[in-house]
């Protein structure tokens, strides 16, 4: 029993460290710090378990593949998630409150100097100030083109300390312990000439190059034997964290399946009693990397919809839609069969929707970055479905909620759109 325990807090400690549990998050409602704590939870439950039954099923000679060969009691698996879940966020709890009280009166706060009091530094210290109970204090600005003592609008003003000249008198007055760069890259000589002279004291610095309007995915730096690389568009998911996601894709839909195989059973035969022609609808679809797979569904639209017509969206109130297809629809029913998709690894459960080859084609010609959403694979799904965006929303907004997910993807994230999705689609009639 020791070691068991000592192998769950291993595996939590390695998942929380990956998730960046231990550093400081600007963005996580408590609701999403909760969830979070409950996506590791569980995730630390599903490693340990395939660990420990394939090393019991390897010592006993028995092929450890689709049967639990090593015994634990379920009880004891659902005590632990809530138990473990519950405390870890108490826990948490607690020390926010701590030195939250602590920032409050000014004890442990970490001064910010921003330099470039442009749009960049005016948007990093509007975060700053939004963040006051994490410890943050901008104490102000340097800047060649504004006047020393000016009070630049942001959460109540923040002053214009002086020139960029003045950094080392700052530096020496002040008890700075951060240095954010915000100016653009046609001041690179500027900004040598600001790390030579902060690279004097024991100061954190922070580059933040004005090259926004190039990133539309995360930034990550990279090594190429000694040089750094800019990767403008990398998505969150990557490495040990898309083996989990796709862990997490594999569990979940091998046990929908299961679990759902009479109800689908029963939307097969509602189908064929109500309308002549197949009970599953193929079509092709792009996904990750730009790559097209075919796409499952129960068909909910009469045989040969697009003869006359040709590929088209389909609309909220279309007269090809059956009236069995109608109810399917309503309740998201006819996506069910995509749960396959999910199992073979051509989909995730959440994730961008899939569109048909003909329309990506189009709407990569006309909004910019398009293909980015092909990062990622795509889903069942996703944050814009959750919101009520459906195919007869305009592209370009579906678009900003999908690069939403892919800038912010987290477990925590995912399991908030599985339970939005349930509510909307089966539980909260209104939302539908």
Known sequence: MVFLANFFLIIHLVIYFLQGFYRRRLKKTGIEEFLMIGANTFLTIVIVLAILNYLYAYSQGQAPLFRMTFKISHGFLAVYFIVVTLLVAFLRNQVYFYFRRRFARGLDLQNVLIIGAGEMGQKIAQKFMRYQDLGFRVIGFLDNE?????????????????????????????????????????????????????????????????????????????DLDGYPVISLDEPPMRGVMLVLKRVFDVVIAAGLLLLLSPLMGVIALGIKLTSRGPVFYHQERMGLDGKCFIMHKFRTMVVGAEESTGPVMCQPNDPRITKFGRFLRKYSLDELPQLWNVLVGEM????????????????????????????????????????????????DKRMEYDFYYIQNWSFALDLKILWMTLKRGFIDKSLT
């Open 146 to 222: 504004r006047q020393k003592g000016e009070k630049i609008e942001v959460n109540g003003g923040v002053e214009v300390l002086g020139s960029l000249n003045e950094l080392e008198e700052i530096l020496e007055k002040e008890n700075i312990s951060d240095v954010y760069i915000t100016l653009g890259l046609d001041n690179y000589p500027q900004i040598l000439e600001i790390f030579s002279a902060v690279h004097q004291y024991v100061v954190n610095v922070r580059l933040i190059p004005d090259l926004f309007q190039l990133l539309t995915l995360k930034a990550r730096i990279d």
């Open 348 to 395: 995730s459960l959440v994730g961008p929707r899939p569109e048909r080859p003909v329309f990506v084609k189009n709407f990569s010609k006309k909004i910019p970055k398009y293909m980015l959403r092909h990062k990622v694979k795509s889903g069942i799904t996703g944050w814009a479905q959750v919101h009520g965006l459906r195919q007869d929303t305009p592209i």
